[in-house]
């Protein structure tokens, strides 16, 4: 079955769905088409902070009402090491905050609010590539969940579809990314319990990070820096708690049933193109962080908020610049935000066969930041978000 519109979206994640979402906003007209269920989409657990600019983004355009009464506002972080805790106060320091609202909700919100707008929204229907670039108009060679071939031909072709990415070939050809890959990993727990503290806490000791990070009043997520190789069923659920005890030191943390475990392996990467022709790709599609500055999400809302006021001036006034300088304008934040999540990530996790030197020195790195106006102000800055280019545009619409 072959089907035409003017843009085509891979994938129901956050980029494409809010992209979905902006463009509609404009009269320009989607389809968006991802290979997983709606339930699956709706209930994998992801990332849990939203940047001040991505909230505004989801309320200011009608993505999201919930987010402001059912997230929860963050105005710090607690950092700790050499048995200190010391706040970074954003609001203090920036006037800016995060919300802490999980991924998966922020998903609901937008699958609710296409469908209540009559987007063609297409679960089960799975990428397999995408053809002609290079003309006016590319395609998406997909199928369905009874296994028929689906052609959709647009005006342009948008990878949403993320780490593992089937449109990244039509732009990057072989020439693939920029890379790096970390020493060590998350181990990842969900448990009921209540929060232990009122903020997100990063601890740094001699044996690893870990952070204490929520998900609801009675739904805890809590990581601990492991070995990528662990196993998820390594330790005892006793074990857990003891080693993310000792990764806290001077804390109590509200203790539950564990009912996820999960570990997660650290990347950074950039692929060297966004843009071939009139196939685009965005999001972790296009770029994949470490989770540690809580950056992914937030940046592919940035690549997309871009991008609509990029499309909306390219197929409603045939203006191309914007289009031209897309890839570009975004590869700035990117590399701002690969910056801080690479920074973050190195300040706070044990490097391994780290010595006495390097332990000194991460605690003097540390204290530069913590205790300085400036260096406080420099981690707020970038946890809270830089303003987004596009912004207005989108709001105005
Ligand atoms: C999370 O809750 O999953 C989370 C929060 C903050 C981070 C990373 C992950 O920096």
């Not at 903020?199 to 998900?215: C, H, K, M």
């Not at 997660?264 to 999001?283: D, K, N, P, Q, T």
Request: hydrophobic share 40%.
């Amino acid at each position: 079955m072959s089907t035409c519109t003017r843009v085509a979206i891979i994938g129901a994640g956050p980029a494409g769905l809010l992209l979905s979402h902006l463009l509609d906003r404009q009269g320009i007209e989607s389809i968006v088409i991802d290979s997983r269920g709606r339930e699956e989409i709706e209930t994998t657990i992801r990332a849990g902070i939203l940047e001040q600019g991505t909230v505004e983004v989801l309320t200011d355009t009608g993505a999201s009402h919930r987010v402001r009464s059912a997230g929860q506002m963050h105005e710090g972080i607690e950092l700790r090491f050499d048995g200190e805790s010391h706040r970074i106060d954003f609001t203090a320091t920036v006037g800016r905050a995060v919300w802490l609202y999980p991924q998966h909700e922020v998903l609901k919100d937008l699958v609710a609010a296409r469908l209540a707008a009559g987007q063609d929204l297409r679960f089960h229907v799975t990428a397999e590539r995408v053809e002609d670039a290079e003309t006016d108009r590319p395609k998406v060679i997909a199928t369905d969940f009874d296994g028929n071939r689906v052609i959709i031909e647009a005006e342009i072709v948008v990878g949403a579809d993320g780490s593992r990415s089937v449109a990244r070939e039509a732009v990057t050809g072989t020439y693939g990314g920029y890379f790096r890959e970390y020493p060590f990993a998350w181990f990842g727990i969900l448990c009921e319990a209540p929060p232990s503290a009122e903020e997100l806490i990063y601890s740094n000791t001699p044996d690893g990070f870990a952070l204490i990070s929520q998900r609801s009043p009675e739904v805890q997520r809590m990581y601990f820096q492991c070995d990528p190789d662990t196993d998820t069923e390594a330790y005892s659920d006793a074990q857990l708690w003891d080693i993310l005890r000792s990764r806290v030191p001077g804390r109590t943390l509200k203790e539950g049933p564990i009912s996820k475990r999960d570990v997660l392996r650290f990347r950074s990467f950039v692929a060297h193109e966004m843009r071939r022709g009139r196939v685009v790709i965005v999001g972790d599609a296009a770029h994949t962080v470490p989770p540690t500055g809580a950056k992914g999400m937030n940046l592919a809302v940035a690549d997309v908020v871009l991008l609509s006021e990029a499309l909306g001036a390219f197929l409603l006034q045939a203006d191309e610049s914007l289009f031209n300088a897309f890839p570009e304008t975004a590869r700035k934040r990117i590399w701002k935000a690969q910056h801080f999540s690479w920074w973050m990530t190195n300040m706070l996790h044990v490097q391994p066969g780290a010595d006495d030197f390097d332990r000194m020195r991460q605690i003097g790195e540390l204290r530069t930041v913590v205790e300085s106006e400036s260096g406080r102000a420099y981690l707020a800055e970038a946890y809270t978000g830089w303003p987004l280019n596009g912004m207005e545009h989108n709001v105005r619409q």
